[in-house]
């Protein structure tokens, strides 16, 4: 009796290490596909926050030319 009962207790405790490590593995996938799901989105946003950079820079330009250009004629006229 005494050894079935320590085959019964070393499986349980086994199943149980076995448990721990999948779920420990699972957390693994998981916390990862998330980080590399949010260094996607950092990529992504950095390229938009990019792009209306250029943008204002564009607006800016133009707003100056135009501001240049109409003291320029007031001057004029």
């Known amino acids: 009796m005494e050894s079935e009962d320590g085959r ?3 499986f349980l ?9 999948g779920r420990r593995y ?9 980080w ?4 996607r989105l950092v990529i ?7 792009g209306a950079t250029r943008s ?3 607006v800016a330009v133009i707003t ?3 501001l ?4 320029s004629l007031n001057r004029v006229m």
């Open 44 to 50: 992504t946003r950095r390229q938009v926050a990019a």
């Open 26 to 34: 699972q957390t693994l996938v998981t916390t990862r596909r998330a």
């Open 68 to 71: 240049w250009l109409v003291a």
């Open 56 to 58: 204002m820079l564009w």
């Open 36 to 39: 590399r799901d949010a260094m």
């Open 13 to 21: 405790v086994i199943a149980i290490a076995l448990f721990i490590a």
């Open 8 to 10: 019964v207790i070393l």
């Open 64 to 66: 100056g030319f135009l």
